[in-house]
């Protein structure tokens, strides 16, 4: 096999190790994978670079044809094992570490060290389908900076570039890059995605609501610590008493699970914005994949895309896949469905036949004392409050019937548990009833000036209808647990060693750790809601906040333009203005502006004229103008064929120019 | 095939001489400003807004507000190494040296200085011919560099390196900026001197001794010329009549006056080129004894004399004889 010689611009500067710095770069951006992909992905492209590093130094042989076709079988053979598939987030990523190993081990020219590049900067941008917060956009920086500077290195040529200057131009051209980058990010036309199938794996260990509950759904959110959204009020934030976030509300008991109804939309409910019990704000949901949006109890308005169901909760056109930013308004003293369709009364008083026969029975003996539905409601109250009932997150497990089991014998439970009985109970009273599920509760952190709702503030209560005040909210576990309501789930469950550990951590730590954790989260609060949540629906409201009222995708492209080329043309001013020619015979021009200004008085100098002469003449015709005249052009001639570049008396001559006033 | 190739590369001359058709040719030392430099993407470019692209796709798909920010990034980042790699030509100076002649057959070296007047290394840069291979070449910030091109003189006449292009793709590979320089320069390449022996075998190859270069009367060698009737058997050069079958004479010592005359009537009837080759040869031989030696050629006569610029004047002579005027300073 013959060799034909390689171009020159085709080989591999050799002698400033830029290939090396190749290896790193992509080292550096492999390494986060670590979190998300099985280790051997991870090692075995670490191992790879190192080979490719150790060919380079000379120490190990090139891999034969034969082994990189094996190789990439293996691997290709060992992602589809583990993945089942070769597409989709999760098994794409790990073919594309992989490959950037084994395209590095066949890397002989300059076109395929640029194209490994590539790839690096590839395997940058798949990490942030993994995680986007600070820390790893921070880590991602550097990873891009690496990179580009390796860039920067495989394409200076024979000469040995000194690092500081692959580093420093690397870093110059990235930061002239970002004012193009932000105004690319937000005026860049948004399109709601996704453009194709998202494919399942893409969002891993989402936690939230589910689209049921049963004896055991919410405790399990109470393991997460997660933020599950944050709210900024227009103005004062309610009582926390009154902090009832509203989700999903179910309707539909088979006897151990609840679930909703249909979603049948109504219309908004009237706003009334001057009543007191209007409350405005700006919530920030996190992503959950499922449809529904958080909202304080009763929501108003309703969000773009967005629907109110019959049920009062709101539902969005599409799943919520990323952090989305909302403005709302809710009202605290609505009269919901002041009349109530006689389907409706009935799916609100249905019970499964068989179950919970023990409550049943219980519910009915209520009725026969209390006639009022207040009073039974108030009865029902006082026997979760009087009764040994107790308020745990590790209560024993509820096998046949789980109503009746909690009711009359574990009499210890969790919100859900509650909420479910007390419904059961009402039903079987002849009250209409159902569950809300939502969130109770939430830190205020002074320092962003927001109301933090973590997973762990996931709750579920009850609503009756009563005549005349139609559904009204009714907690069941506040008669159990009141400090559940009035402080929050950190210090209800504080003696409970059932809690997780970062509750009951988090009242041993003092205050430096609670100021941390307040300035952590404000910083996060800021970064979800701006960049973040950043889509279509915050690029309307950023425009509409500069006056640019509603743009279409046309609008936003010229505009785009625009300031890209205003900045490209500040750019331009500044390095013109930087490599602008020096002034060829700086005293000539100052003598001309002499000129000048005594021409306009009629005093033109012949171009034959000495200067000497040409002042001369001006004390003849100008007495008045001798003195200055003559002192401005002895000091001219002094420095035009005396005393060579003098800056101080330069300047001195300037001000000698400005005496002259004819 | 050939034609076609030979059109390409006229038409490939002539796209160039219209896009600098407002460059004229410079006499010593060219500036390299705005207007000059031209600029377009590499294949690396290319591939570079292809991944763009798709990782453009990638953050609409997951709604990823990072791989956005990621993908513009990456994107103002391409479109500033336009500007970066425009800037590293940008106020170089090039200035060419002298240029030596050469006989045909050998290399003729072309040598520029570029100068970086500005504060920044000027990195990854080549200079080639349009057909020649490209040198690389760095210059510091405030410092010059001397590049040297090697251009093969096939032919006696006249060289010229046409117009030489001066390109980079520094600092990223993705575009490529360039400029045509084009000097008013070119540099005489004399005929390859052919000893009278080696001239091209007509008959079958000689493979005797090497060439005796005296007479065994102790006189000097100092050329050939065609037999006459009345010379001497004892000056016939043997090894030329059994190469050609033609007689020949070798010509010794200071034949009338201390003075030789190199005349190209005397020299073997045959090709143009070879002929020429031989007379210089001649000249070269004369030169190397410290002959003064005239040179008789059709339509010139140069009278006997000595030294080097003789020898030039001489060989300058050979270099553009018979060649059209254009083709000759």
């Known amino acids: 096999m013959s060799v034909a010689p390689m171009r020159l611009e085709d080989r591999l500067p050799a002698r400033s190790g830029a290939l090396l710095w190749v290896i790193a770069a992509i080292g550096v951006a492999i390494v986060p994978h670590l979190f998300n992909q099985p280790v051997w992905v991870v090692l075995t492209t670490v191992l790879a670079l190192a080979w490719r590093g150790g060919v380079h130094l000379g120490r190990l042989p090139m891999p034969s044809r034969w082994i990189l076709v094996l190789l990439t079988i293996l691997m290709t053979g060992l992602v589809l094992g583990r993945y089942g598939t070769l597409f989709g987030r999760d098994a794409g990523v790990a073919l594309l570490v992989l490959m950037t190993g084994l395209k590095l081990l066949e890397t002989r020219t300059y076109r395929d060290a640029m194209l490994v590049v590539f790839l690096g900067y590839f395997v940058i941008i798949t990490n942030f389908f993994y995680s986007q917060e600070i820390p790893a956009a921070l880590y991602m920086l550097v990873a891009v900076f690496a990179t580009t500077a390796a860039l920067v290195r495989l394409n200076a040529g024979e000469g040995v570039q000194p690092a500081r200057e692959s580093f420093g131009l690397a870093g110059l051209m990235l930061g002239q890059a970002v004012p193009v980058m932000i105004i690319l990010f937000l005026l860049f036309p948004r399109l709601p995605g996704p453009l194709w199938g998202m494919p399942q794996d893409s969002t891993t260990g989402v936690t939230g609501l589910s689209d049921s509950m049963s004896p055991g759904s919410i405790s399990e959110l109470l393991q997460s610590d997660a933020p599950a959204f944050r709210v900024s009020f227009t103005d004062e934030p309610p009582a926390p008493a009154q902090r009832y976030w509203r989700g999903p509300v179910f309707a539909h008991f088979d006897g151990r699970t609840w679930r909703a109804g249909r979603e049948t939309e109504i219309d908004a409910l009237p706003l009334l914005p001057d009543t007191d019990g209007m409350v405005t704000y700006t919530l920030n949901l996190e992503p959950h994949e499922r449809r529904w949006l958080l909202a304080l109890d009763v929501p108003v308005a309703v969000p773009p895309d967005a629907r109110m169901t019959e049920d009062h909760y709101l539902v969005a056109d599409r799943p919520v896949r990323r952090l989305v930013q909302y403005s709302l308004a809710s009202r605290t003293d609505l009269i919901l469905e002041p009349e109530l369709s006689e389907a409706r009364r009935r799916q609100a008083l249905s019970l499964p036949a068989r179950a919970a026969p023990r409550a049943q029975a219980l519910a009915q003996a209520w009725r026969a004392q209390h006639e009022e539905d207040d009073t039974l409601i108030q009865a029902a109250l006082r026997h979760f409050n009087e009764e040994p009932f107790f308020y745990t997150l590790s209560p024993p497990r509820l096998e046949r019937d789980p109503v009746d089991q909690f009711l009359f014998e574990a009499r210890a439970g969790f919100c859900e548990h509650y909420a479910s009985a007390f419904v059961v109970l009402m039903r079987a009273a002849g009250i209409p009833a159902r569950v809300v599920t939502g969130y109770q509760g939430g830190e205020y952190n002074r320092l962003g000036n927001y109301l933090l709702v973590r997973q762990s503030d996931a709750h579920a209560w009850a609503e009756v209808w009563l005549e005349g005040r139609g559904w009204v909210r009714v907690d069941p576990t506040a008669a159990v647990a009141p400090e559940r309501i009035e402080q929050g789930i950190r210090i209800a469950l504080s003696g409970d060693l059932g809690a997780p550990d970062f509750i009951r951590r988090s009242l041993d730590w003092g205050m430096v750790r609670l100021q941390w954790e307040l300035w952590r989260d404000s910083i996060d609060y800021y970064w979800s809601g701006w960049v973040l949540a950043f889509g279509p629906e915050r690029q309307e409201e950023l425009l509409e906040r500069l006056g640019l009222g509603r743009l279409d995708w046309r609008g936003m492209i010229t505009l785009m333009v625009v300031l890209i080329g205003a900045v490209v043309l500040v750019f331009a001013a500044v390095f013109l203005w930087r490599n602008r020619l020096p002034v060829a015979d700086p005293l000539a021009v100052v003598y001309r502006r002499f000129c000048r200004r005594l021409a306009r008085a009629g005093l033109t100098r012949a171009p034959h004229e000495p200067p000497m002469d040409f002042a001369r003449r001006i004390a003849r015709e100008r007495p008045d103008l001798a003195e200055p005249v003559a002192a401005f052009t002895r000091e001219y001639v002094a420095l035009r064929y005396g005393a060579g570049p003098d800056p101080e008396r330069f300047g001195q001559l300037r001000g000698l120019l400005r005496r002259i006033n004819p | ?329």
């Open chain 2, 1 to 329: 095939m050939k034609a076609l190739v030979l059109d390409r590369r006229r038409l490939r001359e002539r796209a160039i001489a219209w896009i600098t058709r407002r460059q004229l040719p410079e006499g010593r030392t060219l500036r390299l400003h705005r207007r000059c430099i031209y600029i377009l993407p590499t294949r690396q470019g290319y591939t570079f807004a292809l991944i763009l692209l798709v990782m453009l796709l990638g953050a609409i798909n997951y709604s990823n507000s990072m791989a956005f920010m990621l993908t513009f990034l990456l994107a103002a980042l391409g479109a500033n190494a336009m500007w970066h790699t425009h800037r590293n030509l940008l106020g170089l100076r090039v200035t060419r040296r002298p240029a030596q002649p050469v006989f045909a057959g050998q290399t003729a070296q072309f040598v520029y200085t570029v100068e970086n007047p500005s504060r920044v290394t000027r990195r990854g840069l080549l200079l080639e011919t349009l057909d020649g291979t490209p040198v690389p070449f760095d210059v510091g910030a405030r410092d010059e560099t001397q590049v040297t091109l090697d251009l093969p003189a096939r032919r006696r006449g006249v060289l010229r390196p046409g117009r030489l292009r001066l390109h980079g793709r520094y600092p990223m590979g993705l575009f490529r900026a360039w400029s045509w320089l084009h000097f008013d320069e070119s540099v005489l390449v004399y005929p390859k001197p052919l000893p009278m022996d080696q001239a091209p075998p007509f008959a079958g190859q000689d493979e005797g001794e090497s060439r005796e270069r005296t007479d065994p009367a102790g006189e000097e060698f100092a050329g050939v010329r065609g037999y006459q009737p009345g010379d001497s058997p004892r000056h016939l050069d043997w090894k030329a009549l059994a190469r050609t079958g033609d007689l020949y004479i070798k010509q010794f010592g200071e034949v009338s006056g201390g003075q030789v005359w190199l005349d190209w009537d005397q020299l073997p009837a045959g090709d143009l080129e070879i002929r020429l080759s031989m007379m210089c040869h001649q000249v070269l031989q004369a030169q190397a004894q410290g002959l003064r030696f005239g040179l008789r050629m059709p339509g010139l006569e140069l009278e006997p004399d000595t030294g080097e610029a003789h020898q030039r004047r001489c060989l300058e002579y050979l270099a553009c004889f018979a060649l059209p005027a254009d083709a000759c300073p």
